[in-house]
């Protein structure tokens, strides 16, 4: 009888050892990324790796690459997550997590840097913060160029007779349609001084230039 027992025991160990085996993996890496801009024309891409943000890498043209390293930091009023840390040796870095913890393709993150101002950005699976051309001319007076990178619009206008950027990589925004455009694109910058680039089915393509103080200029393609 005891032999029994004893066998029907071991038998049922192998069966849970087999199902326990045969189960996949409760606990798999996630890792994403959450690519965007800040307006001063550095770029950031946020680790979000198996459960928390860990570090942030910036990108700028003409300058060497940062990392700051975050450190998760409280849960603000929204119950969303707060990581912190810095940059440069000087400034202050905040990423907020406004999905509230539930990080995946398409959620959102806000980054705040001391000097530098907000940024929102948008998740995903790829680091990737390489730039698709939109629109790109020139003008009497200018070279004009619009890109998108992941979910953002980037514009930049250099002055033609000294090389000076006006804008350079900086944010921009698709102008809603109005039947006043007679089918134009137009992407607008807005900051001290606003900059539209437009185009239309036709192949026309122009720019504006509007300071803050001074006249508008308004220039077709050459």
Known sequence: MKKLKRSGTLATLSLLCAELL?????HAVQQLFCNGRMSNGWSYSAE????QFTR?????????PQTTNLT????NNKDQPVYTGGLMGALGVTLIDL????VKPGSKITIMVDDWGNSQANCGTSSSTSATNILSF???SYSVKVERKNENFLMT??????GRPLIDNAPATLVPRHS???GWTSYVHRSGITVYARSNPRGLKEVEVIPTTGRRVIEKAI
């Open 72 to 75: 998760y930091e409280s849960i």
């Open 180 to 182: 006043s455009d007679a």
């Open 157 to 162: 206008v250099i002055t033609r007779n000294n």
């Open 99 to 102: 999905s509230g913890g539930d």
């Open 48 to 51: 979000y790796i198996d459960g």
């Open 22 to 26: 045969a189960m996949p993996s409760a």
């Open 56 to 64: 942030i890498r910036w990108t700028r043209q003409g300058k060497p």
């Open 138 to 140: 020139q003008t009497k």
